[in-house]
């Protein structure tokens, strides 16, 4: 049986986080942080701290502009992503499953499976990698280690305490705001190289900007915060959908646009430091090549010192104890919600065995894959590249959906922010059709 204390077989399981009605009282700042936070601070995981560190050391201070362009676009697809799960009361797979034909949804969540699958194999190994640095060992025990504890936190752990321990997780990233004040930046510089930036239409130079904004923006986090809006909304007595309960919007979408303004500019903050700690620390000395996160750590202790090391170690393991579970609980949510299973971190082991084994399974093959001759880890540059190439067509459909009545009713979105998420798929579609242009004509 499970170890998990009792809960309700219904639909909407009472005993998840806070479990009163909303409306009763006004909640306090932190309690209007959740999902978004939670999405924003997964987003900078072990494999983006590779690829913004990668970034960095590459091209200096000419890439930090980057994190000003996808705030405002993250904002808009991820509010967009929010509102379809708060509306409709079903994440994203599922809303797709009802008003798309089946093989595009099957094409979607088999594509998500592969990519978080990978991500949680790099983000593992990361993991691993970073302890060995810091107290000696065997990576690969860290990572088995890793995996499990991982799996038995999400199966095993009530809901009502997984929920704030992720949250609090969110503050292992401020370890890479406090590595950049442990060096001596140029400031004056940044700003200037941030506002007025140099921008080259060289393939490396564009693959990089593709590279970061599918690691910014990438498919396992819309997916994610629709469905832990769904959770939300079931585990709070009195919440129902949006669309059969319209008294209920303006406090949730206030909340949902500040939990997700907040999130996705904790997200970029974060990016922008890692960027600016690997551009002034790496970039300045001549290391131009990082293929790991754990190598930038490494590369660092020489150049930064041993203080700056020891917080970039730890912001990888914090980090990815957060991501871990939201790629693969993103992954179990979207095969759930194809094949009508039932779903939630909030249900017993029993009452969702499909949508769990999808959490163990994706878990375990990624602890797998750092023990065959495949390194994860060397194809994280790419994979955010993948990655980016993925999403567009994802957020092609969550912009349809969200602007469509017979979707959301009448909560379609604003102006606003059908301009910020198209803007955002738009990049994304421009920033890969220049990738494979300018890779064609240099070839």
């Not at 669309?243 to 209920?248: F, G, I, L, N």
């Not at 917080?311 to 957060?322: H, N, P, R, S």
Request: proline share 5%.
């Amino acid at each position: 049986m499970s170890a998990r204390a009792p809960r309700s077989t219904a639909a909407a399981p009472a005993k998840i986080l806070k479990s009163k009605n909303l409306a009763a009282s006004e909640p306090s700042f932190w309690q209007k942080l959740g999902p978004g936070l939670v999405t924003g601070a997964a987003d900078d995981d072990p494999s983006g701290i590779a690829t913004y560190s990668q970034t960095g050391a590459a091209f200096g201070y000419g890439m930090l502009w980057t994190t000003f362009l996808t705030f405002p676009l993250m904002v808009g697809i991820q509010m967009a992503s929010a509102r379809i799960g708060r509306v409709t009361g079903k994440g994203i797979a599922a809303n797709i499953r009802s008003h798309y034909p089946p093989w595009l949804l099957y094409c979607f969540v088999g594509l998500l499976l592969l990519a978080n699958t990978i991500n949680i194999a790099a983000d593992i190994g990361a993991m691993g990698a970073a302890v060995k640095l810091l107290i000696g060992g065997s990576a690969h025990f860290y990572a088995v280690a890793f995996g499990a504890t991982s799996v038995v936190l999400q199966i095993f752990v009530p809901f009502s305490r997984y929920a704030p321990l992720l949250k609090a997780l969110t503050f292992a990233l401020l370890a890479y705001v406090a590595t950049a004040f442990a060096v001596n930046v140029p400031w004056a510089e940044v700003v200037y190289a941030t506002l007025i930036p140099a921008i080259s239409l060289k393939t490396d130079y564009i693959v990089a900007i593709v590279a970061v904004l599918g690691t910014t923006i990438s498919p396992y986090l819309f997916f994610w915060q629709a469905s832990q809006e769904v959770e939300e909304q079931r585990a709070t007595t009195g919440e129902r959908p949006l669309k059969r309960a319209p008294s209920q919007a303006p406090r949730n979408f206030s909340r949902i646009r500040t939990d997700t303004v907040i999130g996705m500019a904790f997200s970029n903050l974060v990016a922008f430091f890692i960027m600016l700690t690997a551009a002034v620390t790496l970039n300045a000395h001549g290391v131009t090549q990082i293929d790991t996160s754990a190598q930038a750590a490494e590369a660092l202790r020489p150049v930064a010192g041993d203080f700056a090391f020891a917080l970039f170690c730890a912001g990888i393991v914090g980090t990815g104890l957060l991501a871990v579970p939201v790629l693969a609980g993103s992954a179990a949510y979207a095969v759930a919600e194809t094949f009508k299973w039932p779903t939630g971190l909030g249900r017993e082991l029993f009452q969702a065995k499909g949508f769990y084994l999808i959490v163990a399974v994706a878990t375990g093959l990624g602890v797998v894959l750092n023990f065959t001759p495949i390194d994860p880890i060397k194809a994280l540059y790419w994979s955010a590249v993948i990655n980016g190439v993925v999403a567009a067509p994802v957020m092609v459909l969550i912009m349809l959906m969200a602007c469509r009545p017979g979707v959301m009713g009448q909560f379609v979105l604003s102006p606003v922010l059908r301009l910020l998420g198209w803007l955002a798929t738009g990049a994304m579609g421009l920033a890969v059709l220049a990738m494979l242009a300018t890779a064609t004509i240099q070839r």
